[in-house]
């Protein structure tokens, strides 16, 4: 079964500051799919970012972009010019191939922006 | 329509009564997932849906917990005999099914809160 890893419970950045959170996965499978979604205070889950494990490419959304190290099984999201408004909990998930698969989530990364 | 809808926002059982969740998947999606989040943040994936077909099941707790999706209807998690540790946030996400797309992206629904007392 895959699992996925996130080191870091809290972190905190300052406002326009650049911030890196950590993720790191498990799994035997060759062609998957990575993603970062952020739950605000209000619990809706927002997809920020995906990578495709077949495309080299890391995948940039605005200030926010991935740094994908597929033979050590990493998949780090970067937030550039940290705004007030990117205070939430960060998850990272994996996704099997096949398009039905259930996503695995890891446990959260809070992220807090000081003004 | 163009969201995953879920109700009721929240809701609030004694412990042994019955909870029923509802999910109305966007309009053309194929694909349900129901996940609960304990208050610890963490995920956990319960079952999956194709239509109305149970396609993955593995992650329900077999006693008390059931599912089913039906035609014209909108999904439904039950919980019969609710525990205090069944409180969490039950989210629900569908996606599409499109010949020759590989990925389906999941879209959440904003979740029902279950609070068991």
């Known amino acids: 079964a895959q699992t996925v890893t996130q080191s870091q419970p809290e972190m905190s950045v300052q406002e326009a500051e650049t911030v890196t959170l950590s993720c790191t996965y498990d799994?035997?499978?060759?062609?998957?799919?990575l993603f970062w979604y952020k739950q605000p205070p209000s619990r809706q889950m927002i997809l920020v970012i995906r990578?495709?494990?077949?495309?080299?490419q890391n995948a940039t959304e605005n200030r926010f972009s991935v740094n994908f190290q597929k033979a050590a099984k990493s998949f780090s999201l970067k937030i550039s010019d940290s705004q007030l408004g990117d205070a939430a909990m960060y998850f990272c998930a994996y996704r099997s191939a096949g398009g039905s698969e259930k996503l695995v989530f890891g446990k959260g990364t809070k992220l807090t922006v000081n003004p | 329509g163009e969201e995953v809808a879920q109700t009721p926002k929240h809701l609030v059982r004694g412990e042994g009564q019955k909870a029923k969740l509802y999910c109305a998947p966007i309009?053309?999606?194929?694909?349900v997932f129901w996940y609960q989040q304990v208050l610890k943040n963490e995920f956990k994936f319960l079952i999956s849906f194709q239509n109305e077909n149970v396609f993955d099941e593995t992650g329900m707790p077999k006693e008390r917990f059931s599912a089913k999706c039906l035609p014209n209807s909108p999904c439904s998690l039950e919980i019969q005999a609710t525990k205090l540790e069944d409180s969490a946030v039950y989210f629900c996400?569908?996606?599409?099914?499109?010949?020759?797309?590989?990925?389906?992206?999941?879209?959440f629904g904003p979740g029902t809160r279950l609070t068991v007392t």
């Open positions: 990578q495709e494990a077949y495309k080299q």
């Open positions: 799994t035997s499978e060759s062609d998957y799919y």
């Open positions: 996400a569908s996606s599409q099914s499109l010949p020759g797309v590989v990925d389906y992206e999941q879209y």
């Open positions: 309009k053309g999606h194929s694909y």
